[in-house]
């Protein structure tokens, strides 16, 4: 598992963040991964949780490039291989 603690002042889109990190921990370029608006709208998942309607306490997952990401309203990510919860299952 890995997690990330986004502070305001460095993050850029949430979007950006999220496939940068996910090309980082997989060892991937960005630009070689999957479109990330493939399996989840960038721009509501910015608004849930990064935006001026952002709603409390929210937590958002979905599965993207091969890991389970855990978006948090405190701006946290949690990537987990998917492969690795499949094991546990």
């Given at each position: 598992?890995?997690?990330?603690?986004?502070?305001?002042?460095?993050?850029?889109?949430?979007?950006?963040?999220?496939?940068?990190?996910?090309a980082d921990v997989?060892?991937?370029?960005?630009?070689?991964?999957?479109?990330l608006a493939a399996?989840?709208?960038?721009?509501?998942?910015?608004?849930?949780?990064?935006?001026?309607?952002?709603?409390?306490?929210?937590?958002?997952?979905?599965?993207?490039?091969?890991?389970?990401?855990?978006?948090?309203?405190?701006?946290?990510?949690?990537?987990?291989?998917?492969?690795?919860?499949?094991?546990?299952?």
């Amino acid at each position: 598992m890995h997690e990330e603690l986004l502070s305001q002042s460095t993050r850029g889109s949430l979007a950006t963040t999220l496939v940068s990190l996910v090309a980082d921990v997989s060892g991937t370029d960005a630009v070689d991964l999957p479109p990330l608006a493939a399996v989840v709208d960038p721009d509501a998942l910015g608004s849930l949780v990064d935006g001026p309607s952002a709603v409390e306490g929210l937590t958002v997952s979905f599965d993207y490039a091969g890991f389970h990401v855990v978006v948090h309203g405190n701006g946290r990510i949690h990537l987990t291989e998917a492969d690795a919860i499949r094991r546990r299952n």
